[in-house]
């Protein structure tokens, strides 16, 4: 088991709810619980990725990053930043000089028109997640943001994923 909930429990406390607990193989895509309905099961991942989603106003939906996946996505950052390449990535992002921004940037903010919109460099672009079309990732300062292109939307952003 690797469930951190679960192992940081008390044995005793543990030992009353083992007896419940199933494992239980999960699909890509599967909908663990939905926002109208009640809950009749908890989730203990013991492994993977899973992700918020957040449905608009318009029916679109959202795909929110959980601490979990932020804190893999840091990762996959800083060990881009940090490797031989990371010279290069620093350059890439900083074309337009993006690190000299002091605004501070919050999920549904409109993205500012004064920021310059960064290059995320390839290299890293390909350890990340795939987006949909019509997103992209930007980095304002030290932050990761995804905006939606069109609408100049942040949907989602990591504070200070670049080291």
């Given amino acids: 088991m690797k469930n951190r909930i679960l192992l940081s429990l008390p044995e005793r406390e543990f030992q009353s709810i083992f007896g419940h607990l199933s494992l239980v193989e999960l699909r890509q895509g599967q909908v663990l619980h939905n926002a109208d309905n009640r809950f009749d099961h908890a989730c203990f991942l013991n492994g993977g990725m899973t992700s918020s989603i957040s449905v608009t106003a318009e029916g679109d939906t959202v795909d929110i990053f959980t601490h979990e996946v932020a804190e893999r996505l840091r990762k996959i950052i800083r060990s881009e930043f940090h490797g031989p390449e990371g010279r290069i990535a620093r350059q890439t992002i900083r074309q337009d000089d993006p690190s000299k ?6 999920v549904n ?15 890293l672009l390909l350890r990340l997640p795939e987006l949909p079309q ?14 939606d292109t069109k609408a100049r939307l942040i949907v989602d952003l990591i504070p200070n994923a670049i080291p």
């Fill in 101 to 106: 921004v002091i605004v501070r940037l919050h």
């Fill in 109 to 123: 903010d409109v993205f500012p028109e004064g920021i310059p919109l960064t290059t995320t460099p390839p290299n």
């Fill in 134 to 147: 019509e997103l992209a990732y930007r980095f304002v300062g030290r932050d990761l943001t995804r905006i």
